[in-house]
T-cell receptor, first 119, second 118 residues
Framework: GAGVSQSPSNKVTEKGKDVELRCDPI?????LYWYRQSLGQGLEFLIY????????KSGLPSDRFSAERTGGSVSTLTIQRTQQEDSAVYLC?????????????????FGSGTRLTVV | AQKITQTQPGMFVQEKEAVTLDCTYD???????LFWYKQPSSGEMIFLIY??????QNATEGRYSLNFQKARKSANLVISASQLGDSAMYFC???????????????FGAGTRLFVKA
């Protein structure tokens, strides 16, 4: 597609339920990132996928959070046993595959985010 | 560990005037990239400008310029001729390294909210 697509745009769930958030990156973008933004806060890195390499999961806040990327394209972020502190906007971004020093210049293209509310 | 600091939670500027948004960073990696993003009230994140650690010239993109002072580890964003539509949250970000085990993870500062007054 023309941009990064995220679904759903809004999700309200009960505490303790599992949720799945979907990200469809720009076609041809091999790098995909998940960030979390709590109300009025900056972006918190969660996880990064680059091609067929093992993902960088260093930002996942707990083992309730997991993500996968199938076929090098669509990614799903899963939060198990949701808690109220998980309420935030979850942003996905993609970028072209980097190669060499010039690759650092690429800014990300972000999706519109999924606003998750845990009640 | 990499770190990004934006010390101005909020800034006001008169329409048509220039404004500087501060950003300092900390990294031990000699290869890194610095970015600025704009987030309007709609919530979308818009990439504005990039500066590479080896770039000799300060980056410019239209009304945006990045005042890169490597020795001071600062990467301030300058917006010239402010417009009402510039009112938004602005995030400074940094990406370390050339990949490998460090990957291309980008970290973001806490942001500065800019208000442009008519």
């Amino acid at each position: 597609g023309a941009g990064v697509s995220q679904s759903p745009s809004n999700k309200v769930t009960e505490k303790g339920k599992d949720v799945e958030l979907r990200c469809d990156p720009i076609s041809g973008h091999t790098a995909l990132y998940w960030y979390r933004q709590s109300l009025g806060q900056g972006l918190e890195f969660l996880i990064y996928f680059q091609g067929n390499s093992a993902p960088d999961k260093s930002g996942l806040p707990s083992d309730r959070f997991s993500a996968e990327r199938t076929g090098g394209s669509v990614s799903t972020l899963t939060i198990q046993r949701t808690q109220q502190e998980d309420s935030a906007v979850y942003l996905c971004a993609s970028s072209s595959q980097p190669s060499g020093t010039g690759s650092l210049s690429g800014g990300y293209t972000f999706g519109s985010g999924t606003r998750l509310t845990v009640v | 560990a990499q770190k990004i600091t934006q010390t101005q939670p909020g800034m006001f500027v008169q329409e048509k005037e220039a404004v500087t948004l501060d950003c300092t960073y900390d990294t031990s990696d000699p290869s890194y990239g610095l970015f600025w993003y704009k987030q309007p009230s709609s919530g979308e994140m818009i990439f504005l400008i990039y500066q590479g650690s080896y770039d000799q010239q300060n980056a410019t993109e239209g009304r945006y310029s990045l005042n890169f002072q490597k020795a001071r580890k600062s990467a301030n964003l300058v917006i010239s001729a402010s417009q009402l539509g510039d009112s938004a949250m602005y995030f400074c970000a940094m990406r370390e390294g050339l990949g490998g085990t460090g990957g291309f993870k980008t970290i973001f500062g806490a942001g500065t909210r800019l208000f442009v007054k008519a």
